[in-house]
């Protein structure tokens, strides 16, 4: 059972939908990680027990904090949304494509692939797929990891193309590898979860935006509203608040009218906001 209230990450890493001011404004404060950690012990002293993250450089050193002090945080979930594509980018940026495949695959895949050119790449497809959640999750270990998320950029490419078997196989090694249940993020959640079902993926954790407005929901409104009532899948709300365009207490309010709804996402960066926002959310779901 996932928790309510699930506190993301936007805020430490300079992601603000509505303002680049604000962006500017929160990279320079949390421009050290002694910034975030104090956060972070805030939402847990309000009761918010799981934080939902990018795999950012950064958050490495999050997680050393953590296993520092593992009595403080022994009941403190990370859910890790994968890949963390900026840091691809930046690398494959610096690096070039092969350089950046060396820098982050581990093992013999390089080699065989530079032998083998682009029928070894494709046959061995979704081996580097698991190689790459390893080397995601490895800033992880010993941390509660209950549920792993693999993030709208990938999980929308993936539908676009139609590599439908990339979903299944990451679905089933996140299962089997990691003990923990798979969840996908999209912004197109009545698609991705009509193809999960093609799939034999049943009553899958989906985080999508959900909002009054249709702000970054593909396919609008009126279908995630029928797809709320009528399917079966475990929804997560995300962007409630449209970035900035609907007050907290209307926007939480919208989502109180589809109880399937199991949690709300939501990034804040002081206190009183912090438990303004779950105190809304509990008393809506």
Known sequence: MMDKVLFGDNQFFAVNHASDEKARAQSIRFKEDGAIINVLDQAIDLGINTFMCTTHDR????????????????????????????????AVTELGIMGTIKQYIPGNIFGTMAKGGLAIVSKDFLKLMELLVDAEMKMFKGINTPVIFLQNVIVDMILGLKMYEVLKAYDAYICKKYNAEPGYITMNMPLLLDTLNS????????????????????????????????????????????????RPKEAIEYIGKFPKIESVLFGASSKGHIQETKTLIEGVL
């Open 59 to 90: 958050i490495a050193n999050i997680c050393d904090h953590m296993r520092a002090n593992p009595a403080k945080y022994k009941n403190f979930n990370i859910y890790p949304c994968m890949p963390y594509a900026h840091k691809y980018a930046n």
């Open 199 to 246: 799939l034999g993926i049943e009553n899958p954790i989906i985080c999508s935006s959900i909002n009054k407005i249709g702000f970054r929901m593909s396919g609008g409104v009126e279908l995630y509203e029928k797809y709320l009532r009528e399917k079966q899948f475990r929804p997560i709300a995300m962007q409630v608040l449209a970035a900035g365009a609907l």
